[in-house]
């Protein structure tokens, strides 16, 4: 089973600053790695797919990048509505698997 | 846009069983491979299973549930199905529908979810 390991699992940051999240791999998934989004009460949605993909309606604030083990998910302006936890996810191999996300919160 | 609603969840016991549904709406049903992903509440996301579009002849469980749940699908309602039996504690979450991205292997994104049906396992 592949191990997604998201860092931080808590990242603080006001509105209009820089946040860039982390996901690294157990062992090399190519470019087989995306990215979700979930508010509270909400499902999750997805942001990014093949690593660097922007999926549909996702603003071009969001950037994403990596390949092989490690892979970065960067905000480059918080607007409000992005305080949210962010998920990444392999599909190279079975199991799918899921980090353990990062809870992008306001400092 | 795409519409994929749950029912099904609810309350049972150690041991018992449960039945979750998910109708699909708004996109070819049939063609997609289908997943269901479960949280348990506050915290992060598990792969449950897969059943792969069409006759849906392929599927994959994760190990934590192999032989006790079942995935099925119905392409007539364009439902998809989770039987589970042998519920344990740790089965208790919220199970979301998802709707694969398309992909081939059926190793895949999740490109749609429902709004998720809360399964809660008592002893």
């Known amino acids: 089973e592949i191990v997604l390991t998201q860092s931080p699992a808590t990242l603080s940051v006001s509105p209009g600053e820089r946040a860039t999240l982390s996901c690294r791999a157990s062992?090399?998934?190519?470019?087989?790695l995306a990215w979700y989004q979930q508010k509270p009460g909400q499902a999750p949605r997805l942001l990014f797919y093949?690593?660097?993909n922007r999926a549909t309606g996702i603003p071009a604030r969001f950037s994403a990048s990596g390949s092989g083990t490690d892979f970065a998910l960067t905000i480059s302006s918080l607007e409000p509505e992005d305080f949210a936890v962010y998920y990444c996810q392999q599909r190279s191999i079975w199991p799918l698997t899921f980090g353990g996300g990062t809870n992008v919160e306001t400092k | 846009q795409e519409q994929l609603v749950e029912s099904g969840g609810g309350v049972v016991q150690a041991g018992g069983s449960l039945r979750l549904s998910c109708e699909a709406s708004r996109f070819t049903f049939s063609i997609f491979g289908m997943h269901w992903v479960r949280q348990v509440v506050g915290k992060g996301l598990e792969w449950v299973a897969f059943i792969r579009g069409g006759d849906g002849r392929e599927e994959k469980y994760a190990d934590s549930v192999e032989g006790r749940f079942a995935i099925s699908r119905d392409n007539s309602k364009n439902t998809l199905f989770l039987g589970m039996n042998g519920l344990r504690s740790e089965d208790t979450g919220v199970y979301y529908c998802?709707?694969?991205?398309?992909?081939?292997?059926?190793?895949?994104?999740?490109?749609?979810w429902g709004q998720g049906a809360l399964v809660t396992v008592s002893s």
């Open positions: 093949d690593a660097s």
């Open positions: 062992q090399s998934i190519s470019k087989y």
């Open positions: 998802v709707k694969g991205a398309g992909s081939d292997s059926g190793r895949d994104y999740a490109a749609s």
